[in-house]
């Protein structure tokens, strides 16, 4: 593959493998079996002997809670990178997965990831350089490239419901409107008359009151009084009490 698109992949690659075989790759798993000029990707080939083993890189984007942050390239003298993990083992068979290299992966948690590594492509070393990739390190003279981007960050359910229920009109905002547009016309200043206006909204004196007809009621021997008959019963002057005071 000597052309590759500009176009970041929708997804980041979330893990990353080592294969016998281009036929043997897990499900949703891309296989590098080719370099961008069409040659064998094969990273345990050897230069003097025809080897029958062989060993292909493979990666998924396949969603998951982690990501690829980063992939080196190492020797296998080396210390491992603080917080890499090596890729020691092939995916289809445990046997081991390279010699004189290791090819270290370090994975974060989606949530907590700024960029995250989204495509992996192998070149032949001395060729020329993948625009928008980085070089972490070579294999059988061949450059093991990769491309970074982004992680989107995807809103949380509470942070969705929130968002819902702001963008959302109120109940009560959705009944007053119902129940008086004229009202709402009055508030934004744009009034409209209505077959409402000018109509008095008066109670029926039936509902008030009527001092005149209150009549004292027996009721088991209980005998309901106004509070004017309470007061005029129940009065004290207080004058005893004044005149000790005095």
């Given at each position: 593959m000597s052309e590759l698109s500009n176009q970041l992949p929708s997804d980041p690659i979330s893990s990353v493998g080592?294969?016998?075989?281009?036929?043997?790759?897990?499900?949703?798993?891309?296989?590098?079996?080719?370099?961008?000029?069409?040659?064998?990707?094969?990273?345990w080939k050897d230069g003097l002997f025809k080897?029958?083993?062989?060993?292909?890189?493979?990666f998924?984007?396949?969603?998951?809670?982690?990501?690829?942050?980063d992939i080196k390239v190492i020797d296998i003298k080396e210390p491992l990178p603080e917080g890499y993990t090596p890729v020691e083992e092939t995916m289809d068979t445990k046997e081991t997965a390279m010699r004189k290299r290791?090819?270290?992966?370090?994975?974060?948690?989606?949530a907590a990831a700024e960029t995250a590594v989204y495509d992996i492509q192998i070149i032949a070393k001395t060729k020329y350089h993948l625009v928008n990739y980085t070089c972490i390190g070579?294999?059988?003279?061949?450059?093991?490239?990769?491309?970074?981007?982004?992680?989107?960050?995807?809103?949380?359910?509470?942070?969705?419901?929130?968002?819902?229920?702001?963008?959302?009109?109120?109940?009560?905002?959705?009944?007053?409107?119902?129940?008086?547009?004229?009202?709402?016309?009055?508030?934004?200043?744009?009034?409209?008359m209505t077959a409402l206006d000018d109509v008095p909204f008066v109670v029926p004196e039936k509902f008030f009151p009527n001092p005149k007809e209150m009549q004292q009621v027996n009721l088991m021997g209980i005998t309901i009084k106004s509070l004017a008959?309470?007061?005029?019963?129940?009065?004290?002057?207080?004058?005893?009490?004044?005149?000790?005071a005095v």
């Open positions: 080592i294969i016998t075989s281009p036929s043997k790759a897990p499900e949703d798993y891309t296989v590098v079996a080719q370099t961008t000029d069409g040659s064998d990707a094969d990273l080897s029958k083993v062989t060993r292909y890189l493979c998924t984007r396949k969603p998951g809670p982690d990501v690829v942050v290791r090819l270290c992966v370090k994975i974060s948690p989606r070579d294999i059988n003279s061949m450059g093991i490239w990769n491309r970074k981007g982004d992680v989107p960050k995807h809103k949380s359910s509470q942070e969705t419901a929130s968002t819902a229920n702001t963008e959302a009109p109120s109940t009560t905002a959705s009944r007053r409107t119902m129940s008086r547009p004229d009202y709402e016309h009055q508030n934004s200043g744009n009034y409209t008959e309470i007061e005029e019963e129940f009065q004290y002057n207080f004058s005893t009490e004044r005149s000790i």
